[in-house]
């Protein structure tokens, strides 16, 4: 049905169309009506250009009316149409009706089957949605657990990295981080983590690099410190090795602390315990050189071992610059000196220690390098501060010292030539400091000495001073007691101390791998300086101290008489205490010099002993009063010539232990002093005048003095030698007493002159005192005239000869 009316329809569209075109054969707005007609017939939507062209016209009107025709026409075939098929419209209708009560049906079945479709599907979808999504996460663990199991190295092994850094173990950490860059990090280039971890690993070696150089420096820090205590513990061992005393290696206590509270145990103890562990530890024990070596490998493997080296070498010159400055007090006591020399020692163990384990931080030619600058340091700054000791114990401690500091180096390696030659130099400054003590020992000596004989009244008193002083004399051994030794008790206490000094040099040179030869050279050097510089100068002051007597002078030179008698023991103890054997083919080697000392000591103790006795005879002229206008002689000598002739005879009896060469120039010396001082009295220009009766009484003196010298005090003498003093004085006043002017005016200049001694000057001075004698009127006018006349005509005689003289 529905086919046969779309044919009918055709068929009125294509008779419509017909139509048309044949009225627009006709009439073109019709056909241009009907064209637009059939556009909006066919067109269901865009009518738009349509019905614009039918406005832009005039003909719209007609377009409307034509319009109204072609809907009624269509209205009409639809009437036909439906007029035609209503019967079977109708029926489809009915059916329509049944099916529409089936298809009610049909969609209830259907709704109902797709209401359980819907829910099944709805779970179908759900469980669909959640194998979707387990399969996702499968697939996501999957590559997780790849991409962890690719990761899982990289971030356990930086977790190590991390953990080896806290731990400040730098050495493995830069191991790791090697092992992370070249290994790990390439298998997960693709992650953003391996890029910034290998972005960060220049940072991480840069910190290792500075943590390791922290380490290095607390090392050094560390080591400065426990320098000294290395240095003491090594000097200890030395000190064991060589059997030297291991004190010397101690440092000084100070007051101890109180026991321990907790444990009870004293202060001593724990020293005593520390002791027993240090002997068992080596200097190395003392310190963990872990720190330098992990340093030196950290950056051997970063490439930068020169810089760490030079670094390392920088640092420790500083701190031996610094070890070998000497503190400001170190000559004030012997700690100064061990810690000084600790410190030293402790710088150089460990540097040996590095040496041999450090593969190569240290080499032996930086090292001798660096030990050629310290010991010539060393040596300057013993011998400055040596300089100012003066304690002889304290030198020997110091030189104990430091040949334990010299076999200590020796041990690890270093040379120590410039310490034997320091010690050298102390050794003569030690010497030094002896003759300074005892130039006090020997003033101490002549401060406290009676200078009287000594005198014993006992054996046991005589076996004490020969003991020290081994005199030996027959006479003596026989004689009763009281016994007197000629000398006083300087003689056997200068003996002693210079045995004890002896001894004291000795001492110095013991362990200085001295040849026996060398000590006993350096010991007779050291005793001959004692006795030529030291006691020569004391004795030299001593017998030119001033209020010296002279009968002390006389005992000072019998003392330095058996002082010097007593150089041949003294060379005996010399051989003796350095184990040498004297050889008495060469009697010229390596003999004291104490007596070519002492005799020159002895000859100016002599020359004092002149001076001494001069000084003494003015003394007693000083006494002399004499009235040169005296009127009469008082018949005997003046009193002070009797005094110093008693004065002299007394003395000389003091020379009889002095050699009889001194004894006869003393006595020469006072004859002729005494001559000369009675000759100035007569000359001298104080007195002006002069009478006869004073002469008198000069001869009386002089008469005196030429007895004592004929009696001829000390023997020896050839007879008249004395008297040949007073020969002067002699004929002058034989010449004024007889008045034999013609005898001596006609001898004058023959060698056979009774009065040859007599100067033509000296007469006129006497000539010219007697003239102005006789102006006073001490005789008669008429003797007055005559001995005028006399004084006149000598004197113008005497001039006459002084005249000829000159010409």
């Known amino acids: 049905m529905e086919v046969t009316a779309v044919e009918e329809t055709s068929a009125k569209v294509f008779e419509v169309n017909s139509k048309g075109q044949e009225a ?26 349509t019905f614009r062209t039918i406005y832009d016209g005039d003909e719209h ?73 387990t399969r996702k996460v499968q697939a996501n663990i999957c590559a997780a657990v790849d991409a962890l199991t690719l990761c899982l190295p990289v971030l356990t092994t930086y977790s190590k990295l991390q953990k080896q850094m806290q731990e400040k173990r730098y050495y493995p950490a830069l191991k790791t981080l090697e092992q992370l860059e070249h290994t790990y990090l390439p298998r997960v280039a693709s992650y953003r983590f391996a890029q910034q971890m290998r972005d960060n690993i220049p940072r991480v070696r840069e910190d290792i690099k500075h943590a390791s150089m922290t380490d290095i420096k607390d090392f050094l820090e560390a080591i400065r410190r426990v320098s000294t205590r290395i240095g003491q513990v090594a000097m200890k061992h030395a000190a064991l090795q060589y059997n030297m005393d291991p004190k010397l290696a101690r440092t000084e206590k100070h007051a101890p602390p109180p026991p ?3 444990t009870g145990e004293t202060y001593e103890a724990q020293c005593e315990a520390q002791s027993d562990e240090e002997e068992e530890l080596c200097a190395q024990d003392l310190i963990n050189f872990a720190p330098v070596y992990r340093c030196l490998h950290i950056y051997t493997v970063l490439g930068a071992r020169e810089q760490f080296e030079t670094y390392y070498r920088q640092q420790r010159r500083e701190q031996a610059r610094l070890a070998l400055q000497p503190p400001t007090n170190m000559h004030e006591n012997l700690e100064g000196y061990r810690q000084y020399l600790y410190g030293v020692v402790g710088f150089f163990v460990i540097e040996d220690h590095i040496l041999n384990t450090g593969n190569g931080l240290v ?168 006795l030529t510089r030291t006691l020569s100068g004391c004795l030299a002051t ?25 150089n041949v023991l003294l060379e005996h103890y010399v051989a003796k205490i350095t184990g040498s054997i004297e050889d008495s083919s060469k009697p010229g080697l390596g003999r004291l010099q104490g007596k070519a000392m002492f005799k020159d000591i002895r000859g100016e103790a002599e020359e004092q002993i002149y001076i001494a006795l001069r000084l003494k005879i003015d003394e007693f002229l000083e006494l002399a009063s004499y009235d040169w206008m005296l009127a009469e002689p008082k018949g005997t000598p003046s009193s002070f010539v009797s005094d110093l002739i008693a004065f002299l005879n007394s003395t000389f009896t003091a020379f009889t232990n002095l050699s009889l060469r001194v004894a006869q120039t003393a006595c020469m010396s006072a004859c002729q002093h005494v001559a000369k001082s009675l000759m100035a009295m007569l000359l001298s220009e104080d007195i002006k005048q002069m009478s006869l009766a004073a002469l008198e009484q000069v001869n009386l003196d002089v008469i005196q003095c030429e007895q004592f010298a ?35 005016f006609h001898d004058y200049g023959s060698e056979n002159s009774k009065y040859l001694r007599v100067s033509p000057h000296n007469a006129i001075i006497v000539v010219e005192k007697l003239r ?28 006459q000869l002084t005249q000829q003289q000159t010409s």
């Open 24 to 49: 627009a054969e006709e009439d073109p707005v019709a056909v241009r009506h009907a064209l637009l007609l059939h556009e909006i017939e066919a067109i269901d939507e865009y009518w738009g250009p």
């Open 61 to 133: 009107g007609k377009f409307m009316e034509r319009l109204d025709a072609r809907i009624r026409n269509h209205d009409r075939d639809i009437e036909r149409m439906c007029n035609h098929h209503y019967q079977g419209f109708i029926d489809s209708i009915r059916e329509l009706l049944q099916v529409r009560s089936q298809a009610h049906k049909l969609k209830t079945e259907v709704v109902r089957i797709d209401e359980e479709a819907q829910e099944a599907s709805k779970q179908l979808l759900a469980k669909s949605e959640e194998l979707v999504k």
């Open 260 to 262: 321990n509270p907790f």
């Open 363 to 530: 080499t032996r030619p930086y090292l001798d390098e660096v030990w050629e600058m310290a010991s010539g340091k060393v040596v300057n700054n013993i011998r400055n501060h040596s300089s100012y000791c003066t304690d002889t114990f304290l030198m020997l401690n110091i030189k104990n010292l430091i040949m334990l500091f010299a076999h200590t180096l020796q041990n690890y390696g270093y040379t120590v030539s410039p310490l034997h030659e320091l010690l050298l130099e102390v050794k003569d400054h030690y010497n030094e400091v002896l003759m300074q003590k005892w130039v006090q020992v020997f003033r101490d000596i002549f401060e406290k000495d009676n200078y009287h004989p000594i005198q014993v009244d006992t054996t046991e008193e005589y076996s004490r001073i020969t003991e020290v002083f081994p005199y030996s004399d027959p006479n003596l051994e026989s004689a009763p007691y009281p016994k007197r030794f000629p000398f006083s008790l300087m003689v056997p206490k200068v003996y002693k101390q210079v045995k004890v000094f002896i001894t004291a040099c000795l001492e110095f040179s013991e362990d200085l791998n001295l040849s026996q030869t060398e000590k006993e050279d350096m010991v007779r050097k050291s005793t001959n300086l004692l």
């Open 542 to 566: 001593l017998i030119k101290r001033p209020g010296l007597r002279l009968l002390q002078l006389i005992q000072i030179t019998i003392n330095t008489l058996h002082l010097e008698h007593a």
């Open 710 to 744: 004929a009696f001829e005090p000390v023997d020896g003498f050839e007879e008249g030698a004395l008297l040949m003093c007073f020969a002067d004085l002699r004929q002058l006043l034989d010449l004024f007493m007889t008045e034999d002017w013609s005898t001596y």
């Open 772 to 799: 102005e004698g006789e102006k006073r009127g001490m005789f008669s006018i008429l003797k007055r005239s005559d001995k005028k006349k006399l004084l006149e005509t000598v004197l113008k005689q005497l001039k």
